[in-house]
């Protein structure tokens, strides 16, 4: 994440873990800015499959491969942009 609060992605994609849209892998030359409304991220978990952001304001969003629900949506459609999945504080 850069100082403004705007995160970057790269690496493979194929389950839309980098949250761009795409499905498109990215390189660290070519890397690409997601949800440019994160300002002030606690923290980013990037796994294999799916990615996830704990917000200041205590909001969790997330993106990837959600066949076992590991997104915490209350499905098992998989998502290739951030969505919040909680909402408050934490």
Known sequence: MS??????CWGYN????????SGRNRTA??????MS????AKAIVAGSRHSMVLQQDGSVWA???NRLGQLGTGSTESE?????????AV
């Not at 194929?14 to 849209?21: K, S, T, V």
């Not at 409304?37 to 002030?40: A, D, L, N, R, S």
């Open 14 to 21: 194929r389950y839309g873990q980098l949250g761009d849209g």
């Open 80 to 88: 290739k942009i951030f969505v919040q999945i909680r909402n408050g």
């Open 63 to 65: 993106t990837g491969s």
């Open 37 to 40: 409304g994160f300002t002030g």
């Open 29 to 34: 030359t070519a890397y690409v800015q997601v």
């Open 3 to 8: 100082t403004s609060g705007c995160m970057k």
